[in-house]
């Protein structure tokens, strides 16, 4: 400071800023609110409501890998999103629970759809073949209607792109999770969003 004192004729001669005695921890803390604890525990069971179909191990992880990047940056929505569609640490094929689709993925949905109704509990296969004159809309609203005939629905996730995300639930469970997804701050619906 001494170099820059004479350079500019003294003005460099104010007291560092007092230095706070709290911990890192407890500055984090006064940031979280009571309504963001809340949110944080909702977006906890609504992963682990998605997941569980897989083994506890790996609803763990997955849980454990969504609330750390809920708590990183992230909003609830894309922590979930981006946890369980990551290509290399996300959700296994085996135990996928979040069906992630473009709005031209027909070969993407006739691949992943079968092992998401498998995932889902559903025993009988699913097919489908692509005919070229219906939008993904449409083909999703197929699978709604078929899942239906085994007590279960297609519901989906406002991801905020124009891709189309959504899982399976039991029919039964629908507003439960509805209402648990917006407590978390996740949109969902029936419809398409």
Partial sequence: ??????????RFTMPPPDETNASHAAIMREFRTPESKARKQALATLTETLLSAAPEPERARLVRRVLR??????????????????P??????????????????????????????????????????????????????????????????????????????GFIVDAQRVEAIVELAQQAGVKVSLEGF
């Avoid at 400071?1 to 003294?10: A, H, N």
């Fill in 69 to 86: 990047k809920y708590a990183v940056d992230q909003d609830a929505t894309s922590a979930l999103t981006d946890g369980l569609l990551d």
């Fill in 1 to 10: 400071m001494g170099f820059f004192d004479r350079l500019f004729g003294g």
């Fill in 88 to 165: 290399s640490r996300g959700q296994k094929l085996a135990y996928l629970a979040l069906l992630n689709v473009d709005w031209r993925g027909f070969d993407g949905f006739q691949y992943l759809a079968p092992h998401l109704a498998s995932a889902s509990g559903v025993q009988e296969p699913y097919t489908y073949l692509h005919t070229g004159t219906r939008p993904m809309q449409a083909v999703l609203d197929s699978y709604d209607q078929w899942l239906t005939g085994f007590g279960k629905r297609f519901v989906h996730l406002d991801s905020g792109g124009d891709e189309y995300v």
